[in-house]
């Protein structure tokens, strides 16, 4: 296999690792888009979806680390008296408790045992 390829080589089950695409994400977390998404929606998923999803939490995932570092109080007074950061596309809420410890939750796929590991262990063994 090609070196620039590694990268991708496992991702389901190695955090250090990632999808070659945005859209593979589903597979491992159902729950990657959002709780606004739902499975019916699948066939309407596409990298530019993903790709908004995906800097919307690196966006979010910034405001809490600046809320961090400047402190609850004064994150809530910039919050209330700048319009431009109040209106930017979140609400508070979304900053407070969205969960941004890890992007992939891949705790369900791995207490399933992974969907095709089974036929890459088998590939492997011929």
């Known amino acids: 296999m090609d070196d620039i390829f590694l990268h991708n080589v496992h991702w389901e089950v190695n955090e250090k690792r990632c999808p070659m695409y945005l859209t593979q994400i589903l597979e491992v977390d159902p729950a990657w888009l959002g709780e606004d998404w739902d499975e019916s929606q699948r066939e309407e998923v596409d990298e530019d979806m993903c790709l908004a999803y995906?800097?919307?939490?690196?966006?979010?995932?910034?405001?809490?680390?600046?809320?961090?570092?400047?402190?609850?109080?004064?994150?809530?007074?910039v919050w209330l008296h700048f319009d431009s950061i109040r209106n930017a596309g979140f609400d508070l809420v979304d900053v407070l408790f969205?969960?941004?410890?890890?992007?992939?939750?891949?705790?369900?796929?791995?207490?399933?045992?992974?969907?095709?590991?089974?036929?890459e262990e088998e590939e492997e063994e011929e």
């Not at 800097?55 to 405001?63: F, N, P, S, W």
């Not at 969960?99 to 036929?119: D, K, Q, S, V, Y």
């Open 98 to 119: 969205t969960p941004t410890h890890a992007l992939i939750n891949r705790e369900a796929w791995l207490e399933g045992g992974g969907e095709g590991e089974e036929e």
């Open 54 to 77: 995906l800097h919307r939490r690196r966006t979010i995932k910034l405001l809490q680390d600046v809320r961090d570092a400047i402190g609850a109080d004064v994150f809530q007074q």
